[in-house]
């Protein structure tokens, strides 16, 4: 098979690539010198709609409104954009192997492309349960969410068993959000997760008794305490049933996973320094390899603001990491240099009619402030993290833009606070000051 090569090789075609092209096209490159190599079937796009929007039962999202970089109020970058600037794209080509010695990637086709410089953008897998060996699931219906195949197959699931029961497995975004358009979708909706609360990475206890308040009040069932240990499945091998540890078992027509991800850093085994589980990178997204770069989900890189290295699987960081990448990889190439990354940590996730916002980090001590009445009709609620007599994280549910600038920058910040319940007393208004 034909060999062929390029100055500037982008690995993978979600969120980093997108956002690494505009910013290649930006800073200017010649035709024909970057393609993107991607295992998706179309060109780069706002993951993050996936389990919003793209599931709607009315007004669904769909291609082409959603490719990057519209996510964050950017252009949409098109394929005919991508042709226009003479960046290929080289979609539905999966990589099976990387050599970095030789500078180059083999398809699982068999095609072989080289390059001068790589960056590597492969993002997350989801953790299957057929990983564990879990009885019974590989039953049809039980689905995944990471790629736009995998939300079309859960879109004809939606069709295929109207008005019938769903079991959300995992109790983080992914299963929150899920829940959410499900039950907008008029499924019968039942979450199941091992912790005491949703999304204990992030939440604290007073923060996630809102959210579970606010989805019984939306029939969203909640199981906590168990975990999902066997399947049945009917003649078809459509899954009937969920097996739970406690013995209980939940009737299910459609069974959604969302326990958690792997970054995609196996091709490089044994060729780049890894940290933390991701690719080791610097403060330019270089990994140890000179020329190869790793971005957004796969990067573990130097947190300036905490003084650590850090790997993040927020769509923030994959846009931003990926610029700072290119912006490092084009002053070099002119003998110049960029500033160090110096992120501050956001992340977000809108279901139903709420919308919140994390900065920072969530360590230390909390407080909890404003309205978190799951009945209020428009609750507003907050908490702030404190460590060392400083604020050092801050999360806000139903902010508007300016509040949640507010909070960005207390989290940015870091003010000492030396009374916790004047704090609460202030809650917003604190953010509001500084
Ligand atoms: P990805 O966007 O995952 O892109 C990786 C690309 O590489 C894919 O196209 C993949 O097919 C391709 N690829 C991988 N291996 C190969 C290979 N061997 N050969 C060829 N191509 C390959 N974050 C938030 O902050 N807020 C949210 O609300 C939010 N919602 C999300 C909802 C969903 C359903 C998912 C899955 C994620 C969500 N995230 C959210 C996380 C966010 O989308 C990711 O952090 C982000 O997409 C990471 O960007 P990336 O470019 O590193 O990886």
Redesign the pocket.
């Known amino acids: 098979m034909a060999e062929k090569h390029f100055k500037y090789v982008i ?7 997108g956002y690494a092209a505009r910013e290649f096209a930006k800073q200017g490159i010649n035709k024909g010198e970057l393609a993107i ?4 079937a179309v060109a780069p796009y706002e ?2 709609a ?2 919003k929007g793209y599931l709607f039962p009315q007004g669904a999202a769909r291609l082409p409104g959603f490719h990057t970089c519209v996510g964050s109020g950017g252009e949409r970058l098109l394929p005919e954009w991508y042709e226009e600037k003479g960046i290929e794209l080289i979609l539905s ?4 192997k990387a050599d970095l010695s030789s500078k180059s990637l083999t398809s699982a086709a068999g095609a072989t492309f080289t390059y001068d410089i790589l960056i590597i ?4 897998s989801v953790i299957k349960l057929t990983d564990f060996g879990v009885q019974g699931a590989d039953a049809n219906n039980i689905l995944y ?3 736009i195949d995998d939300a079309d197959k859960l879109v004809a699931a939606i069709q295929a068993k109207k008005d019938g029961k769903a079991v959300i497995v995992g109790g983080g ?2 299963g929150l959000e899920l829940s959410a358009v499900l039950r907008l979708n008029n499924l019968d909706v039942t979450m199941v997760y091992p912790e005491p609360w949703c999304m204990p990475r992030l939440f604290t206890a007073g923060i996630a008794a809102f959210y579970e308040g606010y989805y019984a009040n939306k029939g969203v069932k909640i199981v906590k305490g168990t975990v999902a240990v066997g399947f049945d499945s009917d003649s078809n091998g459509d899954v009937t049933a969920v097996k739970l540890k406690d013995g209980r078992v939940l009737d299910a027509d459609i069974v959604v996973v969302g326990v958690g991800g792997r970054p ?1 850093t196996s ?1 490089f085994k044994g060729q780049l320094a890894e940290e933390k589980g991701g690719i080791k990178t610097d403060a330019f997204f270089q990994t140890s390899v000179p020329g190869v770069y790793a ?4 990067a573990t890189f130097p947190m300036k603001l905490y003084g650590d290295l850090r790997r993040v ?4 960081h ?1 846009r931003k990491s990926a610029e700072q990448a290119v912006k490092a990889i084009k002053a070099s190439e002119e003998g110049k240099s960029v500033e160090e990354y110096d992120y501050l940590p956001y ?3 809108r279901s139903f009619d709420l919308a919140w916002q994390f900065y920072g980090d969530n360590v230390g001590d909390t407080v909890l402030f404003g309205d978190s009445d799951p009945a209020s009709a428009k609750p507003k609620f907050g908490s702030y993290w404190i460590k060392d007599g400083k604020i050092f994280g801050a999360f806000l549910e139903g902010g508007s833009a300016d509040e949640n600038n507010a909070i960005a920058k207390v989290a940015r910040v870091q003010p000492a606070v030396s009374d916790l319940n004047v704090l609460t007393q202030e809650g917003l208004q604190f953010a509001a000051k500084i």
């Open positions: 690995l993978g075609g979600g969120v980093a690539a190599i991607s295992k998706e993951r993050p996936l389990s080509t999966e990589i099976v953008a492969t993002g997350s969410l990471r790629e975004y992914i995609l091709l971005v957004g989900d796969v699987e927020h769509v923030d994959s992340f977000y996730s």
